[in-house]
């Protein structure tokens, strides 16, 4: 099987990563709900971050301390903060949330990196990305439908994470000019875990044997799909790799109906359309316009959570 795989084109390659990033994100976001129907998602956040750096502490004994040395601890520990506050946020929209809807609102992460990028780093960007922003929130308004009895306040809980994620991203964006791989991932754990370990205390309970294997799984999969992430991207163009990410919309949904009875609204599918249509010129746009400069592999695979997708190129866990 091994052999006959890698007789395979680099496209058929780069599809089977890019496929299993996607199955890999929908089945974190099944785990984490399947965990906190028992433990609190803050307690949730603390062990996926605390299994994360036992995974990656290994890593870091084996190649050496050297790697570590780095000047920029202050910014390093504001996206430690800021990937905490989204990965607390999103596990609540998991809970308290329809998948397919927490899911679709969290694709939103590319705009709000544009509008972000505009006025933090002062970044020129053109009417082309603007309108597509633009096109994005009206299909969030089709989702949250604010100021209507639909609206639910939960629906505001993965727009915020995703505000996070982009924000955590405007700093990865900087720190990859000088931080190695292993150093962004081993921080972010490092600082992630202390951080998210003060909102845990406040709501603890001993979590089960169950509950336990559950976190180490869901830390698992997120260190399995950045490495699929990278092998995908390593072998295909972005503008091949991007739309693979948006699958996994429709595996939870099918996934969330099969498991948990979840029907999507209706208005998931205008709204849908459009946030991921925009979320893609956007990110395409990015690539486009930053094609002068060489991509580095610690941009993608320093990625967190749920974001270690295209969209997550923007994003810190």
């Known amino acids: 099987m091994k052999n006959w795989f890698k007789n395979q084109s680099a496209p058929v390659q780069a599809s089977f990563y890019a496929l299993s990033a996607a199955i890999l994100a929908a089945c974190f976001t099944l785990t984490i709900r399947f965990a906190t129907a028992e433990i609190h998602p803050y307690q949730a956040v603390f062990l996926r971050f605390l299994f994360g750096l036992i995974m990656i502490a290994p890593i870091v004994m084996h190649r050496g301390l050297g790697e570590l040395r780095t000047k920029r601890l202050p910014l390093l520990g504001l996206r430690g903060v800021l990937s905490a506050a989204e990965m607390c946020l999103w596990f609540m929209a998991v809970l308290y949330l329809p998948l397919a809807e927490a899911t679709t609102l969290n694709f939103t992460v ?131 790799f991007v739309g693979f990410s948006y699958l996994r919309l429709p595996i939870i949904a099918i ?8 029907i999507p609204d209706i208005w998931i599918l205008p709204g849908g359309a459009l946030i991921i249509a925009a ?3 956007v990110a395409l746009r990015e690539r ?28 810190g866990p």
């Not at 939960?154 to 000088?178: D, F, H, W």
């Not at 002068?292 to 923007?314: M, N, W």
């Open 110 to 240: 590319p705009l709000f990196g544009t509008i972000l990028a505009a006025l933090i780093l002062r970044e020129t960007v053109r009417i082309h990305r603007w309108l597509a922003v633009l096109v994005g929130f009206v299909g969030v308004g089709l989702i949250i439908q604010p100021g209507t009895a639909a609206m639910q306040p939960a629906s505001l809980l993965p727009v915020a994470a995703a505000i996070c994620m982009a924000s955590a991203g405007l700093i990865t964006k900087r720190l990859v000019a000088t931080e190695g791989t292993t150093a962004l991932l081993f921080y972010l754990m490092l600082i992630t875990t202390p951080v998210s370990l003060i909102p845990a205390l406040l709501v603890w309970q001993t979590p089960s044997w169950p509950v336990l294997g559950l976190m180490a799984l869901a830390a698992l999969m997120m260190n399995v799909m950045q490495v699929c992430n990278v092998k995908a991207l390593q072998l295909a163009d972005y503008s091949f």
């Open 288 to 315: 486009k316009i930053s094609k002068s400069v060489t991509p580095t592999l610690p941009d993608i695979a320093a990625q967190d959570p749920v974001a270690a997708t295209p969209e997550g190129r923007h994003s």
């Open 255 to 262: 996934l969330a109906l099969m498991l948990f009875g979840e």
């Open 279 to 281: 979320a893609i010129y």
